[in-house]
């Protein structure tokens, strides 16, 4: 039975599930961020990819960058196992906690997003981390939660568990969240639940203001979860219809729970001088398909061995070497492209990733960006009820 502590909550700042977090999309405008590139070789599986090492020194220069240029917030993944190949996508990749601590050190304006496992993470250790984040950042932090996605990553170190199915995993999170929210506003927390207890459990300090939760569950359990906890979440699909339908539904979800969701979509953009040259670039990326790195991340992703090497939909997509859906085109094309997308879908944001961050940015700064703006004005009140 779950005991409840008797401790006054601490109130933060808006109430509820307020989105009031000072981002565009709380006036009507639209989140712009970047997933930085902290694992090497970005999310492009090919050894014609520009050289992204995933290094601090190149993620501290695209954060600094992303200030300067005006994007909305950074945010890190968490990564415990490459995938081999020629490339050896993603063999090295930073922590992603630490990697945000020491970028929102750095930083002043953009939103700092860290990406915690479930799985991996007590409760208590990431109340206090993200509590510790959210005072570095001077109330910038945000969670990304994640349930697990990669067996192989969890299985190396003895963590995944075949008990807990997919769908039960995301009822693990439920308590996790559940027990880390109680930790941000409550002095002492006993919690008797079926996958975590805690006696008494203390942490401060509190955070400032609830620290702005996202999620990417794409599952139906993991879009319900998302409706329920969530402040934004990654949706994606294979195209605007399927997109659009996921971001309507999320959106009818939390409202159905008594909140609201924003949502954001995930896109790589390749950007040249004309479609063309984009086209051009694209291709040569292709060109160095890294099929024994496609193949590991098919064994991650506990896809059988029997599958592996056939060509089906996930090969055909990964040939094309992006691991993520992309825009390829000039800049004019794909700002136009963009706000096709925002518009249709109905999203809240978009988070960018680029072959060359540091190349393509200031291009996506100059040439996109202000179309966008200028496209979604932030208004004057409060867009969401909170
Ligand atoms: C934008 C985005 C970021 C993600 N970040 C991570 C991550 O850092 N680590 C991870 O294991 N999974 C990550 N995922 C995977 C999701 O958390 C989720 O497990 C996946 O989309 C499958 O959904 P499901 O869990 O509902 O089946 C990410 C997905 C997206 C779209």
Request: aromatic share 10%.
């Amino acid at each position: 039975m779950t005991q409840i502590a008797e401790a006054e909550p601490v109130q933060f700042k808006g109430s509820g599930n307020r989105l009031d977090f000072g981002l565009p999309s709380d006036l009507g405008g639209k989140d712009l961020g970047v997933f930085l590139p902290m694992a090497n070789g970005g999310w492009i599986l090919s050894t014609n990819a520009p050289l992204l090492d995933g290094s601090y020194e190149y993620n501290h220069k695209v954060a600094i960058l992303a200030e300067e240029i005006g994007l909305d917030f950074i945010m890190s993944m968490a990564k415990w196992r490459g995938y081999g190949g020629v490339t050896q996508q993603w063999h090295s990749a930073l922590d992603s906690q630490i990697l945000m601590a020491a970028l929102a050190a750095v930083t002043k304006r953009v939103k700092v997003l860290t990406t915690v496992h479930t799985l991996l993470q007590n409760p208590a250790v990431t109340a206090k981390m993200i509590a510790t984040l959210d005072q570095i950042s001077n109330g910038r932090a945000g969670l990304n939660i994640v349930t697990g996605a990669y067996k192989g990553e969890f299985e190396q170190m003895h963590a995944w568990r075949d008990t807990v199915g997919h769908d039960e995993r995301y009822d693990l999170a439920e308590e996790w969240i559940t027990i880390i929210k109680r930790l941000w506003t409550e002095e002492s927390v006993t919690f008797n639940g079926k996958y975590f207890q805690m006696d008494d459990c203390q942490s401060a300090p509190k955070p400032r203001r609830q620290p702005f939760l996202v999620c990417a569950g794409t599952s139906e359990r993991g879009i319900r979860f998302t409706a329920e906890t969530a402040d934004a979440m990654f949706a994606g699909g294979k195209d605007d219809h399927e997109l659009a339908h996921i971001s309507n539904s999320v959106k009818a979800m939390a409202r159905g729970a008594g909140r609201s969701i924003k949502t954001y979509t995930m896109m790589n953009l390749v950007i040249g001088d004309t479609d063309a040259a984009a086209e051009a670039e694209a291709d040569h990326f292709r060109a160095g398909f890294d099929f024994e790195a496609c193949k590991g991340m098919m064994r991650a992703y506990g896809l059988l061995d029997a599958e592996i090497g056939k060509e089906n939909s996930f090969v055909q997509n990964a040939r094309s070497s992006f691991m993520s859906a992309r825009i390829i085109g000039s800049a004019e094309t794909v700002a136009t492209r963009l706000i096709e997308m925002i518009e249709y879908c109905d999203l809240d944001g978009v988070m960018l990733i680029f072959p060359d961050y540091l190349k393509s940015m200031p291009v996506f700064a100059r040439e996109i960006m202000p179309r966008i703006r200028a496209r979604f004005p932030e208004k004057a009140e409060l867009t969401y009820a909170v």
